[in-house]
């Protein structure tokens, strides 16, 4: 056999061992190496330019752009990440600002350096001198590739601090890439500079690579704006991973009502190496998900904040179940369950359920209040009962619960915010409700251990779990 045709025979064979969504052309030399960004978008309005608000792409584009690197596992390449780069503008309160609920979803979700990420209006000094030290340390075995996605007034003066600090030759080893020549040459104030400038400041020392425009709004199938027609994007909105549907709310975040991401088109060519890239493409190329080290508590996502109380003593009650009352439970009821242990599998004449409704489609966390009795305080006492979600709508992590599943916690004389599901393979695990569209669902609560007392159950998302808790305490329920 010619050595051509052996070697083409190897290369297929080991082709198929790869996994296809691993198997990608990086662009422009790139091989690993480190990546900065840094992002407009000011959500705050800046009265003194003549279009008061940023430009909403970003908002979505930079949570789209730390899906495609985590996707590829290169997270910790990530080491510079600014946004709100509009200097002069003024800041916005945390809740409002559209950038740091994307970063800090971002980072939450799939596990970035949060000391990467930095918010310009708030840390100028910080995020400039952060950049300019990656940009300082750059040599030829270590080039620095810098996605050009803001105004270019904050990247001059970085590059003016890299020179104040004696580093202008490792410009050599910095790399930008750019596909927008708005980004390039707008300026908000007459004093600001453009892209020519950090040219002639540095002497054409930075590698410069321009792709084309990542627009194309009159074809919604291609590249990534598809301006009104989210539809191309639905698929972000039905994954089954949670941190998915999450990213589509942050494309549906945009102010004009534009599914726009064009900014991310950058890291697509550079990570993937296509700037052709089309959300049909986004799709294949995000395939099952993304791995992901989310837990609940980490985020307080304020525009989508939502907390559903459903008293206790509201489910259809029937069987073993009873209401009790206390002064110390929500309304002063909690129901109970009487009857015998049942550890091996649901009775469902003991399975009661609760029909509510949902207006603001999201991943909701589940957890409930709960009281073990006196005497009924240990393992597998006291403190348990299967749970399901009808349709399948309860997940861990990532996967569908498609049966009752042991929901657990731990109390003493006081009813506690607690819950966590124990699933057969995959260990214990906080309970997901997952609903991606307005409309209404039942949860279905079945006994498990006897005299297990239930205040309520909550379902949130938007606010960490000590904020879910105060907030019961105020809220009406259900």
């Not at 290169?74 to 510079?80: A, I, N, T």
């Not at 990534?224 to 975040?253: G, L």
């Not at 939502?306 to 209401?323: G, P």
Request: with cysteine; proline share 3%.
């Amino acid at each position: 056999m010619k050595t051509s045709k052996i070697l083409f025979l190897l290369f297929i064979s080991i082709a198929i061992l790869i996994p296809a969504e691993t198997i990608f052309a990086q662009a422009w030399g790139y091989n690993n190496n480190r990546v900065a960004v840094s992002f407009d978008g000011n959500s705050a309005a800046d009265n003194q330019y003549k279009w008061p608000t940023g430009d909403p792409d970003d908002w979505g584009a930079l949570a789209a752009s730390c899906a495609i690197m985590a996707k590829l596992g290169l997270q910790d390449k990530l080491v510079h990440c600014s946004y709100n780069n509009f200097i002069d503008a003024p800041p916005g309160p945390d809740n409002k600002n559209q950038l740091k609920i994307s970063a800090d979803g971002s980072i939450a979700r799939w596990g970035f350096n949060k000391e990467a990420f930095f918010d310009v209006t708030k840390q100028l000094k910080e995020s400039r001198s952060h950049l300019a030290n990656e940009m300082g340390k750059s040599t030829a075995s270590n080039p620095l590739y810098f996605m050009h996605a803001g105004l270019s007034e904050f990247i001059y003066q970085v590059v003016e601090e890299v020179i104040a600090n004696g580093n202008i030759e490792a410009l050599n080893h910095v790399y930008l890439l750019s596909h927008s020549k708005f980004n390039e040459n707008e300026i908000r104030r007459d004093y600001h500079r453009t892209w020519a400038d950090i040219q002639k400041l540095c002497g054409n020392r930075i590698k410069y690579k321009k792709i084309k425009d990542q627009n194309d709004k009159g074809n919604p199938n291609n590249l990534w704006h598809s301006k009104e027609d989210f539809s191309v994007w639905y698929w972000m909105r039905d994954h089954k991973d949670p941190n998915i549907n999450w990213m589509y709310t942050r494309v549906q975040a945009h102010t004009l009502n534009h599914a726009d991401i064009s900014d991310c088109g950058m890291f697509y060519y550079l990570l993937v190496g296509d700037d052709n890239g089309s959300p049909e493409k986004f799709k294949t190329f995000i395939g099952e998900g993304i791995p992901s080290t989310y837990n609940n508590s980490d985020l307080a996502t304020k525009e989508e904040e939502k907390l559903i109380i459903i008293e206790a003593e509201k489910f259809s009650l029937k069987a073993n179940w009873k209401i009790n009352k206390d002064t110390i439970a929500s309304n002063g009821k909690y129901i109970e369950f009487t009857g015998s242990n049942l550890y091996k599998a649901p009775n469902h004449d003991n399975t009661i359920s609760y029909n509510f409704k949902i207006d603001t489609p999201g991943n909701y966390t589940v957890k409930w209040f709960m009281r073990q009795p006196e005497g009924e305080r240990g393992t597998d006492k006291g403190n348990d009962a299967w749970i399901y979600f009808s349709n399948n709508k309860g997940f861990a992590d990532n996967t569908a619960l498609e049966h009752y599943e042991k929901f657990y916690g731990r109390s003493t004389d006081d009813f506690v915010l607690n819950g966590t599901a124990e699933i057969h393979d995959l260990g214990h695990k906080w309970l997901t409700a997952k609903f991606n569209k307005p409309g209404e669902y039942t949860i279905n609560i079945s006994g498990r251990s006897s005299k297990l007392q239930i205040d309520n159950i909550i379902l949130f998302k938007g606010i960490t779990i000590d904020e879910a808790s105060k907030k019961t305490k105020l809220n009406k329920s259900l």
